[in-house]
């Protein structure tokens, strides 16, 4: 079974553009959970979905960062507009809620860089 | 507030020799504790667990080593091999909630 599918891997862009972020997680499992990492903080949890609701957003930086699972397959990251300090590795992740040792599956990552 | 802290950036070790990364945590509520490795380019995989109700866990060459008294943790890795430079991140969890947190992550480097 493919892990979680993230794109792009990689993405430059302009300060002051929009960027979206995109997920899909593993079949079946039915927690989400953005992750973003910098040397600076580490790994912090953004948000995370439980059934395609959002349950605790409260690691969002600001009103410039949103996320939304329309449905079990897809969730977006997107941040409006985008600032150089947003520069970093934005990792998704999913589990399945009820899994003895609640681990979490990352995907690959993607690599922002905000210039 | 920084719930769960590794303060060790780096650690350098010669092959064959064990390797030790130590985690510290704050809030007692924590009952779940994970290590997971990362290798450049990729997103972390999960290594090893413990629960609180143990002191140990082991899998192969990876031991983990809970001290709840001392609200720390740590990871022994023997014998160390060159594929294990990575960077290891501790993250603990209370049990029914969903929320992994993590520390800032110890960057492996092991030595021919």
């Known amino acids: 079974d493919a892990g979680v599918i993230q794109s792009p891997r990689h993405e430059v862009t302009e300060m002051g553009q929009e960027v979206t972020l995109r997920c899909k997680p593993i079949?079946?499992?039915?927690?989400l959970f953005w992750y973003r990492q910098t040397m600076m903080r580490g790994l912090e949890l953004l948000i995370y979905?439980?059934?395609?609701?959002?349950?605790?957003d409260s690691g969002m930086p600001e009103d410039r960062f949103s996320a939304k699972m329309p449905n079990a397959s897809f969730s977006t990251l997107k941040i409006q507009p985008s600032e150089p300090r947003d520069s970093a590795v934005y990792f998704c992740?999913?589990?399945?809620?009820?899994?003895?040792?609640?681990?979490?599956?990352f995907g690959p990552g993607t690599r922002l860089t905000v210039l | 507030d920084q719930q769960v802290k590794q303060n060790s950036p780096s650690l350098s070790v010669q092959e064959g020799r064990i390797s030790i990364l130590n985690c510290d945590y704050t809030?007692?509520?924590?009952?779940?504790f994970l290590w997971y490795k990362k290798y450049p380019a990729e997103g972390p995989t999960f290594l090893i667990s413990?629960?609180?109700?143990?002191d140990k866990n082991e899998d192969g060459r990876f031991t983990v080593f809970l001290n709840k008294s001392a609200k720390h943790l740590s990871l022994h890795i023997v014998p160390s091999q060159p594929g294990d430079s990575a960077v290891y991140f501790c993250?603990?969890?209370?049990?029914?909630?969903?929320?992994?947190?993590f520390g800032q992550g110890t960057r492996l480097t092991i030595n021919p």
């Open positions: 992740a999913s589990s399945l809620t009820g899994l003895a040792g609640v681990e979490q599956f």
């Open positions: 079949s079946g499992h039915n927690s």
């Open positions: 979905f439980n059934n395609n609701v959002p349950i605790d």
């Open positions: 809030n007692s509520m924590f009952d779940y």
């Open positions: 413990i629960s609180s109700i143990k």
């Open positions: 993250a603990a969890i209370i049990q029914g909630a969903q929320k992994l947190v």
